[in-house]
């Protein structure tokens, strides 16, 4: 059942996903989460947007995690995201001088997020992207999407995976410029304007 | 009209009869849960109609996706993964032990890598302020834990048996009682976030979330195994969870998938 013979590959098979349910914010959500850019880094790119639902309404009770490669897009293997406090089990915050690349941000009442990383660099064949996987309660399995920034357009032309979407669906993808220099990226979780959302295989 | 637990069950019963169908005539298998499952009515505005966009992930092995964040052990703290010890005094509950192994597709063990948990307390209350249950807080127990996987991807919790709890989706709807687990893999593809159930629940053909995952087999991956042997004499009852995570990784391709 759940004692899994390893020995046996045709009983290795995945562990169903399920709904974060409404109650994860007392556990998964830490200090610092969106913090993820070292303090006063020159590359830092601040990001926002809202998570919408298919009838527009934006989510109180979502979360977005964020992964992404460092400005000369190298794959971040600092650990330290959620230091803790071993004196009183509290959180410490990041220690604002290594990169980790990765961030969780819960939205706000408003269906609001941010968070501050670095601009990521390109690796691959890819124009530079941030990995992106939204949890929300209702969503039975995270979904998986990407924030492209924008300014090169050539990299963003030849990027595998724009240049397979038709415009509209792509431009679900990139990221437009937000006030206070920051960038806007909105998820659409259902119905018009729907974002991209990939599934790896 | 007042939503009942009948509805659900009816619509739970199509599902189940929709996809045994879909099977014997030949698609696959379904391991996860599809978003779209009505008799959870949370998901009706919450699941994209669009279908996914697949990545190939053998064509390009430099994807960011390919590879997971890193945890360490200042990211958690020594008593991260006991539940009972995070107050000055015991929390009330059945204390039991959870404990399984993290593994790839392939049967590998993932080493390192940082294992969350919450849950109810054993009065079926969560310490979260949305919580509007009607029973007791517990002063001693938060429940939330976290730990890293070791060398062999064991992971180790010893917390309280948390209770069943009423959800107002519909009249009368009670979740099982479940521990909510969230995952990382050696790829970000791989990440999950799932419940664990206890062996037997009457609850299981009532809730809409368990039955969402409705590939029967699937389902029983859910529910830990009663292990004695994870008992501790006079302490606890010990529960066998072993998880595996989907999603590609680049060694797969390294070997050839």
Redesign the interface.
């Known amino acids: 059942?759940?004692?899994?013979d390893?020995s046996r590959?045709e009983t290795?098979?995945?562990?169903?996903?399920?709904?974060?349910?409404?109650?994860?914010?007392?556990?998964?959500p830490f200090p610092g989460g969106g913090d993820i850019a070292p303090l006063g880094h020159p590359d830092t790119v601040a990001l926002q947007g809202y998570v919408y639902?298919?009838?527009g309404?934006p989510?109180p009770d979502a979360f977005v995690?964020l992964?992404?490669?460092d400005p000369d897009g190298r794959?971040?293997?600092?650990?330290?995201?959620?230091?803790?406090?071993?004196s009183t089990?509290g959180f410490l915050g990041r220690n604002g001088v290594e990169f980790?690349?990765?961030g969780r941000v819960q939205t706000d009442a408003n269906g609001h997020w941010s968070a501050r990383t670095l601009r990521?660099g390109a690796?691959?064949?890819?124009a530079p992207?941030l990995?992106v996987?939204v949890?929300?309660?209702?969503?039975?399995?995270?979904?998986?999407t990407r924030i492209y920034l924008p300014g090169d357009e050539a990299a963003l032309a030849a990027d595998?995976?724009l240049e397979?979407?038709d415009p509209a669906?792509r431009a679900t993808l990139i990221a437009t410029d937000g006030p206070l220099g920051t960038y806007r990226f909105d998820i659409r979780?259902?119905?018009e304007g729907?974002?991209?959302?990939?599934?790896?295989? | 009209m007042t939503l009942t637990q009948h509805d659900i069950d009816r619509e739970i019963a199509a599902e189940h009869a929709a996809y045994e169908k879909r099977v014997a005539d030949g698609a696959p298998v379904e391991h996860q849960p599809r978003r779209d499952y009505a008799p959870y009515r949370s998901s009706v505005l919450r699941h994209p109609k669009q279908p996914p966009v697949t990545i190939d992930v053998s064509k390009d092995p430099e994807l960011v996706e390919l590879h997971s964040p890193a945890f360490g052990e200042r990211d958690i703290t020594e008593i991260d993964n006991d539940l009972t010890r995070q107050h000055q005094g015991e929390p009330i509950g059945e204390r039991i032990t959870v404990s399984g192994r993290l593994l790839d597709r392939a049967g590998r063990p993932i080493r390192g890598q940082l294992v969350e948990i919450w849950q109810a307390n054993s009065a079926g209350r969560y310490a979260h302020q949305r919580e509007q249950h009607d029973a007791p807080l517990d002063p001693n127990f938060t429940g939330v834990g976290r730990t890293l996987t070791d060398d062999d991807g064991r992971y180790h919790f010893t917390t309280v048996q948390p209770g069943p709890y009423p959800w107002r989706q519909h009249l009368n709807a009670w979740r099982p009682a479940h521990i909510h687990f969230s995952l990382f893999g050696t790829a970000f593809t791989q990440r999950l976030v799932t419940q664990m159930y206890f062996p037997s629940d009457p609850l299981f053909p009532y809730d809409p979330i368990i039955q969402s995952v409705t590939d029967d087999a699937a389902r029983q991956r859910l529910i830990a195994t009663y292990d004695h042997s994870l008992s501790v004499p006079e302490f606890s009852m010990g529960y066998h969870w072993d998880i595996v995570l989907d999603g590609p990784q680049a060694t797969w391709i390294e070997e050839g998938r």
């Open positions: 059942m759940t004692k899994i390893t590959p290795v098979l995945p562990t169903p996903s399920h709904t974060v349910g409404p109650f994860y914010g007392h556990a998964l639902d298919g009838e309404n989510l995690e992964w992404g490669a794959v971040p293997q600092s650990d330290g995201s959620m230091r803790r406090d071993p089990g980790t690349g990765w990521p690796r691959g064949n890819s992207y990995s996987c949890f929300a309660r209702g969503l039975l399995v995270h979904l998986y595998p995976l397979r979407l669906r979780l259902q119905g729907e974002t991209v959302f990939l599934e790896f295989q």
